[in-house]
């Protein structure tokens, strides 16, 4: 089946740092890629459409230039916090789809910044 | 505007039968998915409905119809591992995803 892998699961960092997270998709290749953010006891929140080769999709409100996106190969999206603030502290999901049915999620990121 | 609702939290008995209801009203329709998430976890899939009826894939069934809005998941012969939020989620007619807010399960010994 379609395998993501997201890196690092959580991570702790200072603010006013920048933190990178990985998404692969493992067995197949994706054009694209969607990053959500989870605050607790709440849904998932669409952050931005990653599209392989191109500039990615930012939903209304979504900083760009705060939450940078880099889908470089059909296998690999990046997600760049810079400029980390507490408020930033949150789960941060990527997932992808193989076909038009079943989207599969990485295992999420724990960004709490400090 | 787009809106998908489900109740928040809902409690059950280990063994018993559960039915989580969610209704939408979105911008076109292209599918609801169900997904299960675990507290701490990212969310993994249930179930996928395009069609009106029910799908049934084991202890978890889902039913879907189009003109009421309106989808269901049902779990049946509930056990403690079950607890967690079940997210629904319709895929509008731009191919994006709509998530409701989720509804966390309790289940009780």
């Known amino acids: 089946g379609a395998v993501v892998s997201q890196h690092p699961s959580w991570v702790i960092c200072k603010s006013g740092t920048s933190v990178k997270i990985e998404c692969r998709s493992l067995d197949f290749q994706a054009t694209t890629m969607f990053w959500y953010r989870q605050f607790p006891k709440q849904s998932l929140m669409l952050m931005a459409t990653s599209n392989e080769g191109s500039k990615a999709t930012y939903e209304q409100g979504v900083e760009k230039d705060k939450f940078l996106i880099n889908h470089a190969s059909l296998t690999l999206s990046t997600l760049t916090v810079t400029s980390a603030h507490p408020e930033d502290s949150s789960f941060y999901i990527c997932?992808?789809?193989?076909?038009?049915?079943?989207?599969?999620f990485g295992s999420g990121t724990r960004l709490t910044v400090v | 505007g787009q809106n998908i609702d489900q109740p928040t939290e809902m409690t059950a008995t280990e063994g018993a039968i559960v039915q989580i209801n969610c209704t939408y009203q979105?911008?076109?329709?292209?599918?609801l998915f169900w997904y299960q998430q675990h507290a701490g976890e990212a969310p993994t899939f249930l179930s996928y409905n395009v069609l009106d009826g029910l799908e049934e894939k084991g202890r978890f069934s889902s039913f879907l119809s189009r003109s009421k809005g309106y989808s269901y998941l049902l779990l049946k012969e509930l056990q403690m591992k079950d607890s967690a939020s079940y997210l629904c989620?319709?895929?509008?007619?731009?191919?994006?995803?709509?998530w409701g807010a989720g509804t966390k399960l309790i289940i009780k010994p």
């Open positions: 989620a319709v895929k509008d007619s731009n191919y994006q995803l709509i």
């Open positions: 979105t911008s076109g329709f292209n599918g």
């Open positions: 997932s992808a789809s193989q076909t038009d049915i079943g989207y599969t």
